[in-house]
Each structure stands twice: as C-alpha cells, then as structure tokens.
C-alpha cells in the first residue's frame, strides 16, 4: 500500500476525479493528500476530502497566488480545526523562478501561514524554488512546526539542514527523470524521513514523462527508489507508510 503524500486533484486539472482515485486504488495507492494553493481551491479540497474516506487535505496559499485573501484562510482554518480531514497547511512556500519581484510580499505571507500552522499545531507543506536559504531562515524562526520540503531539488547539505530541523523530504517523479541530479542526493536519505508524492498533475515519471501525472503512479516511484537504494519496494511502502502516519498524524487504513 501507498500514500500519495501531495497531489492536486481538482477540476481544473481532471475531468473526472472519481476515476482518478480509483486508478489509484487499483494500483495499491489507497490514501491521497490533495493540496490547495489558492482560496478558491481550498474550498475544493475540502468539499473532495469529504466525499471519499482515502483523501485528505491540505489547506494554503501558494507563494504564486500572493495577492489572495490570507485572512479568509484563518477563517478558513478556524471553522475547520475539528475537521479529520484537514491535516497540513500547504502548498506554501517560496518561489523566485517565477516571481523574484514579489519576494517581500512572499515572505509575509508564508510567515503568516507559518503562524496558523504553529497555533493549530499543524505540519506544513513547504514549495522552495530558487529560494533555500530565505526559505531555511523563515522556518527556523517556527522551531515548533514541522512538515514536508514537497518535491525537494536541493543539495545533500541543504537536505541535512531540514532533516535535522525535524522535516521530511518528499521524493517524486523527477527522481526517475535521466541525468537527475538528485538521484545522488536521495540516494543517501534516510528512508524513514522521505515522503512519495506525485505533484500531480504535473511531473509524471518516467516513462509517462509528458502525460498528465495521477497518484496511481505512486508505485513507479516506488519502484524507482527501491532500485536506487537496493531494497524492497516493499520495505519502501511499510517506511514510507509508517512516515506519513507520524507526521501527519493519522491512522494507517491498512491496519
Ligand atoms: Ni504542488
């Protein structure tokens, strides 16, 4: 069994989202955590996490969407605290590939989310492009919060940083991507702090690199980090399972 630990399954990616989590059941991926990145989609995610017992959500403003309401998100947070299935704050984070001139105002609000994560005693799911070290200094500043570093690209060293900060490493399809660099960062991970995740819609492995990315694909992944660190698919499933259930503090369906 495994968990799709980030993913957007929403409509304005999927056409039909009961067919996408069925794939996934049927290829052993029986629990899906759906991302939001904007007001609107948390909204989704929400109404989606609470029409099927396998998919949870996470609740966020990404740092692409900056000119949101982030006071709507504590209301948001607030009228869903006793909510089982809001688990993380996220996507959040981070992003100067796209959009280097807003970096004041990124940084604002990802602290501001930081804030609910720590009063609500929620992890986070952290997106840092083009911006580690800004990102590592905002972090250490909430000790008390942990979360996932969502499709990490770093170098081993930054690896080390948010390990020893308390957070997980999610791993995804550009790991089976060739010439990935990353492989030789992954590599030497400890596997009980890595996370499987898709990022669907996007990064779909190889080999359906350039196909719509689903979390039925998950197991590839899998299959792919086995390889890479010469055990089991099955010892990655029973770890990596085991990861999800201690950071986002949710039972294991499959016990
Ligand atoms: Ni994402």
Redesign the pocket.
Known sequence: MFTDS?A?ITKEFYEDIDVVIKNAKLNNVNRIII?ADSIESCYEVLDISSKYDNVYCCLGIHPENINENVYELDKIVEDNKDNPKFIAIG?IGLDYYWTKDTKDKQKEILRHQMEIAKKYNKPVII?SREATKDTIDILKEYPEVIGDI??FSGSYETAEIYLKMGYYIGVGGVLTFKNANIKDVIVKLPLNRLLLET?SP?LAPTPKRGETNEPANIPIIADFLANLKGISIDEVSKQTEKNINKLFNIGDINE
């Open positions: 980030h957007h991302d996507e997106h969502h499709c990022d996007f």
